[in-house]
């Protein structure tokens, strides 16, 4: 069973920077494609990065397309938002995701297996 524990959530101005980390203990996820997602306020939580096994594939959501990275340290069993240029609706709790099994999209949440706690990020003046 792979624990997912969330880090780095702050608030911060627009147009800051911020750094997510999701630490996993458990079991290594060097096999494994991983994920962000986000909830905000009232709203379902979405799809906001995805990477595969290897790091060789990324996927974004058009809403943060250009302005987040997702990155992935096997070694150290981590997995890595880099978030720029943050805009006010980028406001959520972020949660990092496991996907154990080949799959298809990584946009969808249903092809994940362990989610972290979450973390917060406000993005307000």
């Known amino acids: 069973q792979v624990q997912l524990v969330e880090s780095g959530g702050a608030l911060v101005q627009p147009g800051d920077s911020l750094r997510l980390s999701c630490a996993a203990s458990g079991g290594p996820i060097s096999s494994y494609a991983m994920g962000w997602f986000r909830q905000a306020p009232g709203k379902e939580r979405e799809f906001v990065a995805a990477?595969?096994?290897?790091?060789?594939?990324?996927y974004y959501s058009d809403s943060v397309k250009g302005r987040f990275t997702i990155s992935r340290d096997n070694a150290k069993n981590t997995v890595y938002l880099q978030m720029n240029s943050l805009k006010s609706e980028d406001t959520a709790v972020y949660y990092c995701?496991?996907?154990?099994?080949?799959?298809?999209?990584?946009?969808?949440?249903?092809?994940?297996?362990?989610w972290g706690q979450g973390t917060q990020v406000t993005v307000s003046s």
């Open positions: 990477i595969s096994w290897s790091g060789g594939s990324t």
């Open positions: 995701a496991a996907a154990v099994f080949r799959a298809a999209t990584l946009t969808e949440q249903s092809e994940y297996d362990f």
